[in-house]
Structures are given as structure tokens and as C-alpha cells.
């Protein structure tokens, strides 16, 4: 028997413990939260990816009433991203989620269609994409898409 042992890291951080560029993303994160369409879940999820060349892109999480139509915010983003700067990796991804009481006290993940398609451009570039989840009284941070995804579908 071959055995493999999988750890993934995952740093619990507090706000004061972020640099200003994660706070700017997070912050960029929540407000993208604004452009949730949710009226079936009532739960908006705003993304934001920092592009190589210094762009900040936006997603939020679109719903349909037929739910399989809808897309999460990460995804949102990132399809744009790849669309509109098809040359830039992206560095770090930042997500944030409200409900009606406001954001989470504790982070959201992705779901796993999410987790593949931010593995796509991880290993597309060849370079990781730093995670940030944030809740209101803990953000945590991954250093890549892969943590989040171990033991990922592959060709």
C-alpha cells in the first residue's frame, strides 16, 4: 500500500495582521457584494482578483430561478478576467459574504466548480493565486488555489 498525506495551511488572521493591498481587495471584495443578484438565496458573495498588472477585477454571485443557470462571484470574476486580460495572471483573490444581518462573522470557500476553474488559471500561468476568505472576525489566508483543491481533476 502507497499512502499520501495531504496538508493544507491555512493562516487565521485578523484585520490588522493584513498589508494594505489584502485590505484594499477585501474591501473591493465586500463592495462587489453590492452587485449581488440573490433574491433566492438572499446570501451575496462578492470576489475580487488582483490582476499581475495591478487590475482589480469584480464578480458577485448571479442567481436564476432555475438554479444550475446561476454563477458564483468567483467564477464572475475570473471568466472576466481571463476574457478582458487573457495575458495577466492573477495574484490574489479576495471573497466576501453577507446576508440580511450583514457580512459573516466567520469566511466562506469556494465551491468546488470554483475551486477547478481558479486551479485552470493557477496551473494555465503556472503561478499561485494567494486566497483571502474573509468573516468579520477572522480572514483566513492560503498561499494557493491548489490548497484549496488537493487532489484536483487533471488530464
Do not use: H
Not at 490588522?16 to 438572499?42: C, F, H, M, V
Not at 462578492?46 to 432555475?66: D, F, M, P, T
Not at 465551491?111 to 503561478?127: D, H, I, P, Y
Amino acid at each position: 500500500m502507497d499512502a499520501k498525506e495531504i496538508i493544507c495551511r491555512v493562516e487565521v488572521l485578523s484585520w490588522d495582521e493584513l498589508n494594505e493591498q489584502e485590505r484594499r481587495l477585501i474591501d473591493e471584495a465586500k463592495r462587489a457584494t453590492e452587485g449581488s443578484y440573490s433574491p433566492y438565496s438572499k446570501f451575496a458573495v462578492g470576489a475580487a482578483l488582483l490582476l499581475e498588472n495591478g487590475e482589480v477585477v469584480r464578480g458577485s454571485n448571479q442567481e436564476n430561478v432555475s438554479y444550475p443557470c446561476g454563477l458564483c462571484a468567483e467564477r464572475t470574476a475570473l471568466y472576466y478576467a481571463n476574457a478582458t486580460y487573457p495575458d495577466q495572471p492573477v495574484r490574489l483573490l479576495a471573497i466576501a459574504a453577507r446576508n440580511a444581518e450583514g457580512f459573516l462573522s466567520s469566511p466562506i470557500t469556494p465551491c468546488g466548480a470554483c475551486r477547478q476553474s481558479l486551479l485552470e488559471t493557477e496551473n494555465r500561468f503556472g503561478k499561485p493565486i494567494s486566497v483571502l476568505l474573509y468573516g468579520e472576525q477572522k480572514i483566513y489566508r492560503l498561499r494557493s488555489i491548489a490548497s484549496l483543491l488537493p487532489l484536483q481533476f487533471e488530464m
